[in-house]
């Protein structure tokens, strides 16, 4: 084999051998066919020695040498030219791509790598294996950014790092079919991302409760039983979504919620029970707004109205309400939104627990929603995806959220008609705007051709393991946009652990193998160990939370605001269409119609 001997690329100082220029020749391939991207190398494979040509091998980096650079190339594909001698040489065609070229750093420094490439290989040029120094140099990540996550697979003693910034604030995704070791990175990756930023938050949605073990010291566990979200932050089709089960509201009575619940907002509000610095502007609160108010309100006024109907069309409608209200309160299911402590404006300890602030030295939330009825995890991945993103919108920069979806294809699903149209609006914002104020996303699926492609095409790094599914693979490939597409012919062939990393968290794409992760931290294996650590962040809660409420201006640069005309323009249609929070977060997506939708339903 090709033994590294630094300026020796010729094998003009290979050890002594009995025949020398054969063995070379082994070792050595030439140019003999290049263009612009590509190129092709002739060389020999000794049939009893075949092995010796695994330098050759689909996946590997290659090196040709010229006069002040070397090219870096990929293998592609290799084939022997003729018929297979098992006694003699045979010819070997090797096709690359072209990557990129190293250069010499000076005077001895480093070698430094470069994706352009500014001078061709020649017909006849020297190619070889890859030296450990350059290819250590492809995959250097300049600044203290840089985390190692794994080793490269070509070569396990030159590490795999990602530029921990990048890689989340501009979202990644890691796909890959069910097995392959999707969980287990994303446990690694956060594990290395927390350490790294100690800022960070996480929040994990987890569909299969396995993440709570996993992050044994630094987590706490959010379920129906332990979550606290009053119903007064849902906005109204999130409030519907859980009071009708997910199926078609009775649009009357949702008209007739829409009206109430403002009323009940006032009249808590009248109690003195909240400060609303902009509560005097008539309208100014909509059935959307987070404010509180009381059930015993909202039930009384429903009450009140009911008997002063003039006809008696409308009384079912009312009494339907009334009965699916009492019925939502009393169902132990969504104990969590009309739980004990609603009455009392609890809002900021509610987000401080599912934030994190203060951490306590757990910056991990681990959402757990298997067992949890799906129509309730719409809703409430919708409340926890908006209030993500607000938070980290008025907290000033302070904030940095990570929201990791598992199994996202679930709520950001390909068609528009499935899923739970706000969970998606909400997961849209924070992919096309979250960056701005510290909002990130982690994507993870194993059918990427099942995710909404806008949300796929935010990740700006992906992580893609072993992807047997074509249409899958197609996705992925589309992602890529430089040579190294190739690289992802292996998506069906890769073993556990390993996986494709490309995107801008890495230097250049890479085909990785995550460190082998210790037991405890692999999702769904360990036991959990409870300890409290006191560390209190410098964030104060309360004005971010009134800045939230109050839609105020003060604080948020004009450039904001400038940009929010466009997005967040009023909506076509009747009053209240626009969600409130539209007015406290300047980016909204396209805004809700109230419409029946193609499957009968009322929004989205
Ligand atoms: N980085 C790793 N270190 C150690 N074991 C791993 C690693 N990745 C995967 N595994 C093993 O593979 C199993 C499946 O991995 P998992 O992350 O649950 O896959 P996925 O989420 O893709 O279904 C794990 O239980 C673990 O035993
Ligand atoms: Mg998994």
Redesign the pocket.
């Known amino acids: 084999m090709f033994k590294e001997h630094e300026g020796d690329l010729t094998g003009r100082n290979a050890p002594p051998v009995r025949d020398a220029a054969q063995e070379a020749a082994r070792i050595l391939g030439h140019v003999i066919q290049c263009d612009g991207a590509h190129a092709t190398i002739a060389t020999t494979a000794a049939g009893n020695k075949s092995q010796e040509a695994g330098q050759w091998s689909v996946g590997k980096f290659i090196s040709i040498s010229l006069p002040n650079t070397r090219t870096v190339g990929l293998v592609h594909d290799v084939h022997v030219d003729g018929p297979w001698h098992e006694e003699a040489d045979n010819r070997m065609l090797v096709h690359v791509d072209l990557i990129g070229e190293v250069r010499d750093g000076q005077d001895g420094a480093r070698p430094i790598f470069d994706r352009g490439i500014a001078k061709y290989p020649h017909i006849g040029a020297i190619a070889h294996r890859i030296r450990q120094r350059d290819l250590a140099a492809i995959y250097e990540i300049g600044g203290n950014d840089a985390v190692p996550v794994g080793n490269l697979s070509q070569d396990e003693s030159v590490s795999a790092n990602v530029a921990m910034g990048r890689t989340l604030n501009r979202h990644f995704a890691v796909v890959?079919?069910?097995?392959?070791?999707?969980?287990?990175?994303?446990?690694?990756l956060l594990h290395k991302a927390i350490e790294a930023r100690p800022n960070l938050r996480v929040l994990i949605l987890d569909p299969h409760n396995?993440f709570a073990s996993a992050f044994p010291d630094v987590s706490i566990t959010l379920d129906s039983d332990t979550l606290d979200l009053p119903f007064w932050m849902f906005r109204l089709e999130e409030l519907v979504e859980v009071l009708y089960l997910g199926r078609d509201p009775i649009v009357e009575e949702v008209e007739l919620l829409r009206d109430l619940i403002p009323a009940a907002k006032h009249e808590n509000r009248g109690a003195g029970n909240v400060s609303l610095r902009r509560s005097s502007e008539p309208g100014g609160i909509t059935a959307d707004t987070p404010v509180p108010y009381r059930m015993a309100d909202l039930m009384r006024i429903l009450d009140d109205r009911m008997g002063m109907l003039d006809s008696k069309d409308l009384r079912p409608v009312y009494r339907a309400l009334r009965q699916r209200l009492d019925a939502g309160m009393r169902d132990p299911r969504f104990r969590f939104m009309f739980g004990s402590r609603i009455i009392e404006d609890n809002i900021t300890a509610a987000i401080g627990r599912i934030f994190r602030i203060p951490a306590q030295g757990k910056p991990v939330t681990c959402f757990q929603m298997a067992g949890m009825p799906s129509e309730v995890v719409n809703a409430v991945c919708s409340v926890l995806a908006r209030l993500a993103f607000d938070l980290t919108l008025w907290g000033d920069g302070k904030i940095e959220l990570l929201l990791l979806c598992e199994e996202a294809h679930r709520y950001m699903p390909v068609d528009p008609r499935m899923g739970f149209a706000p969970t998606r609006h909400a997961l849209a914002r924070i992919a096309k705007e979250g960056r701005k104020y510290g909002c990130y996303l982690g994507i993870?699926t194993?059918r990427p051709g099942e995710l909404d492609p806008t949300i796929f095409s935010q990740c700006s790094t992906v992580f893609a393991?072993r992807l047997p599914n074509e249409q899958d693979q197609a996705i992925i490939r589309s992602a890529i946009s430089d040579a190294s597409a190739s690289a992802l012919a292996f998506l069906s062939s890769m073993g556990?652990?390993e996986c494709i990393a490309f995107g801008d968290g890495v230097a250049a794409t890479m085909r990785m193998k995550?460190?082998?992760?210790d037991?405890r931290y692999?999702?769904?294996?360990a036991v959990r160990d409870h300890t409290e650590d006191a560390v209190v962040q410098d964030i104060d809660l309360n004005t971010i939370v009134e800045r939230m409420r109050s839609g105020g201006r003060d604080g948020i640069s004009d450039e904001v605001w400038s940009n929010a005309s466009v997005p967040g323009a009023p909506a076509a249609g009747g009053p209240e269409q626009r969600p409130s929070l539209a007015r406290l977060s300047p980016y909204v997506d396209e805004p809700i119609r109230q419409e029946r939708r193609p499957d009968g339903r009322l929004f989205g």
């Open positions: 890959g079919s069910t097995g392959v070791g999707k969980s287990s990175a994303v446990s690694l396995e993870v194993q393991m556990q652990r995550f460190e082998v992760l037991r692999i999702p769904g294996s």
